[in-house]
Structure formats: structure tokens, C-alpha cells
């Protein structure tokens, strides 16, 4: 359970657009929203609630299971106030979905990683193709100083039309 309750008016008339319930889902002390937070996170998420018996206020970023079944990410954070009417407490906070925010930055990271592969390979292919130019180079020279239609000159041959294969390739990368 949680170390406060959170009333209705918590999560306003927005929370529909957010999760697809209505507010009156959330009034059960907590229990249908600690049920939707994915299992991954709930125990990181319930460590950061508790924060706010003993500090007054917490942050959680999460996992959370809409109405649809698919998860949203949410920014949680509240804190604890008091009412200068009668020395009460309440709590204040916000709940935004963070999801479009979180799957850009998952698009940012792939593309460069896409890009740190593309250098890599770029790097490896131009050092490899450094070392073809000198075994193409001598594969040539060896054919040339061989006979025709001789086995060395065939060998040398061969060896050359694979190596230009793999000067291709290396073009390629």
C-alpha cells in the first residue's frame, strides 16, 4: 500500500486523455494505479513514493499500463503542502506522459549508433583497402612476369580477380 492516499481530484478530468480511465478509477487508496505500473518498475516506483513521508515530495519516472494495454511512460512527481487555512496537508504533483519524448530519444540513440557503425565500418574499409592496393599491385606484377596460360600465371590470375572482388566489396562498405 501507499504511504498516502491520493484523492480523485489528484489526477483531474485530464487523466483520461492521458490513460483512458476516469478519475473515480483512481480512488482506491492507490491499488489500481500500483497495478498498472509495469513489474520491471514497481519496486524502483514504490521506493521513490515513500520518499514522501520522510522528505515531503517525490519523483518517479515510469512504466504504466493505459487503458488500451499498451504502456505509456510517465513523469510523476508530487509533494507534500500545507494549508495556510488550517495547518492541513495536502498533496500537490503533476503526471505527464513522457512517451513521445522517451521513444525520440530511443529513435536518437539507434541513429547514432547507426552512425557510430557507419564510421567504424567507413574506418575499416578504407584501412582495408590500403592493404588490397599492395597485394593488388604485386598480384598484377607476379602475372605479368609469368608465362601465359602457365599454372603460376593462372594462380596469379585468380588471385588477383579475387582480390579486385574484394576491392569491390570494400568499395561497397
Same mark, same amino acid.
Given at each position: 500500500?501507499?504511504?498516502?492516499?491520493?484523492?480523485?481530484?489528484?489526477?483531474?478530468?485530464?487523466?483520461?486523455?492521458?490513460?483512458?480511465?476516469?478519475?473515480?478509477?483512481?480512488?482506491?487508496?492507490?491499488?489500481?494505479?500500483?497495478?498498472?505500473?509495469?513489474?520491471?518498475?514497481?519496486?524502483?516506483?514504490?521506493?521513490?513514493?515513500?520518499?514522501?513521508?520522510?522528505?515531503?515530495?517525490?519523483?518517479?519516472?515510469?512504466?504504466?499500463?493505459?487503458?488500451?494495454? $499498451?504502456?505509456?511512460?510517465? =513523469?510523476?512527481?508530487?509533494?507534500?503542502?500545507?494549508? $495556510? $487555512?488550517?495547518?492541513?496537508?495536502?498533496?500537490?504533483?503533476?503526471?505527464?506522459?513522457?512517451?513521445?519524448?522517451?521513444? /525520440?530519444?530511443?529513435?536518437?540513440?539507434?541513429?547514432?549508433?547507426?552512425?557510430?557503425?557507419?564510421? =567504424?565500418?567507413?574506418?575499416?574499409?578504407?584501412?582495408?583497402?590500403?592493404? /588490397?592496393?599492395?597485394?593488388?599491385?604485386? =598480384?598484377?606484377?607476379?602475372?605479368?612476369?609469368?608465362?601465359?596460360?602457365?599454372?603460376?600465371?593462372?594462380?596469379?590470375?585468380?588471385?588477383?580477380?579475387?582480390?579486385?572482388?574484394?576491392?569491390?566489396?570494400?568499395?561497397?562498405?
Amino acid at each position: 500500500s501507499l504511504p498516502y492516499v491520493l484523492p480523485i481530484w489528484f489526477f483531474g478530468r485530464r487523466v483520461y486523455r492521458l490513460a483512458g480511465f476516469q478519475a473515480d478509477c483512481f480512488d482506491d487508496g492507490g491499488d489500481f494505479w500500483l497495478g498498472r505500473i509495469h513489474p520491471a518498475d514497481r519496486d524502483r516506483v514504490l521506493v521513490e513514493v515513500a520518499r514522501i513521508a520522510t522528505e515531503g515530495a517525490f519523483a518517479a519516472e515510469y512504466r504504466w499500463r493505459r487503458a488500451d494495454d $499498451s504502456y505509456g511512460v510517465f =513523469l510523476d512527481r508530487a509533494a507534500v503542502v500545507r494549508r $495556510s $487555512s488550517d495547518g492541513g496537508e495536502e498533496i500537490v504533483g503533476m503526471w505527464l506522459d513522457v512517451t513521445p519524448q522517451r521513444q /525520440l530519444q530511443e529513435q536518437l540513440i539507434q541513429a547514432q549508433k547507426m552512425d557510430a557503425i557507419g564510421r =567504424l565500418t567507413g574506418g575499416i574499409a578504407h584501412d582495408f583497402s590500403n592493404m /588490397l592496393t599492395a597485394v593488388l599491385g604485386n =598480384l598484377d606484377l607476379l602475372r605479368r612476369s609469368a608465362e601465359p596460360d602457365t599454372s603460376t600465371w593462372r594462380r596469379a590470375d585468380l588471385a588477383l580477380q579475387s582480390a579486385m572482388r574484394c576491392s569491390d566489396l570494400t568499395q561497397r562498405l
